[in-house]
């Protein structure tokens, strides 16, 4: 039973008497159906960990917790939600890593985990994931290299991952994602040089490279980014 999975959460205490009425609860949106397809909340408003129980809400379409006290790591249950959209955790405390599972979520749009105490590598199940438009994974403690399976993520529009302790170089297929408007990979340790497959992103705007190991001349390449308004690069070492 749905309610009986909210109120495991711990987050909505005091309704344990009003099982029947969690439609009604704070933060939570049903469909026609009473199924739960929303839970948003903000502002200190939820603490404690991500229960596992949670992954009995099916239906979901929307997981919208932002700047709460959440603390914890991120349970492989919520790869049970197939119908997500949206997923926003960002301005929390949590940590662990982000597990691999997280690749079953293939609906998701929306994926933000920034300022938040993430450590471990990106999963490269994350490649899975091709209707995603939005990924900010900033401010957290990402190490390793960026998948080059991300490639695959053709609709995006924002890949964040500026703020971690990435290494390694920028992969080319990153040229691949033709739709991106906004590229913030700044205050990382990428090093190499910047993959000419970039200044094929016709779409580019907003392009955040500065504060890595860069190496090299900026690419005469970066003329033909025609889109682009807002540029910090620092390739020259």
Same mark, same amino acid.
């Given at each position: 039973?749905?309610?009986?999975? *909210? ?58 917790? $932002? ?45 933000? *985990? ?6 471990? $590598? ?81 779409? *580019? ?33």
């Amino acid at each position: 039973m749905e309610a009986e999975a *909210l109120l495991r959460t711990g987050w909505w205490d005091g309704y344990v008497n009003r099982t029947s009425e969690h439609c009604n609860w704070p933060g939570i949106s049903c469909n026609e159906a009473g199924r739960v397809i929303q839970i948003y909340s903000t502002r200190l408003a939820v603490s404690g960990s991500i229960s596992p129980e949670i992954g009995a809400l099916s239906s979901l379409l929307c997981l919208n917790l $932002p700047h709460n006290a959440l603390v914890g790591g991120l349970p492989p249950s919520l790869r049970k939600f197939t119908l997500l959209e949206k997923l926003d955790l960002s301005g929390n405390s949590i940590n662990g890593s982000i597990p691999l599972d997280w690749g079953n979520m293939k609906r998701l749009k929306q994926l933000d *985990l920034s300022n938040n105490q993430i450590r471990g $590598p990106i999963p490269p199940t994350l490649a899975n994931l091709t209707n995603l438009k939005m990924l900010n994974l900033s401010k957290n403690q990402i190490i390793g290299p960026v998948p080059s399976t991300l490639g695959n993520l053709t609709n995006l529009d924002l890949l964040d991952l500026s703020f971690n302790q990435i290494t390694g170089a920028i992969p080319r297929e990153i040229g691949n994602l033709k739709n991106l408007s906004e590229l913030k990979l700044s205050k990382n340790k990428l090093n190499g040089s910047i993959p000419l497959s970039i200044f094929n992103l016709s779409r *580019l705007s907003l392009f955040y490279l500065d504060s890595n190991l860069l190496e090299g001349p900026l690419p005469q390449e970066m003329e033909s980014l025609k889109a682009l308004r807002t540029c910090l690069v620092q390739c020259i070492r």
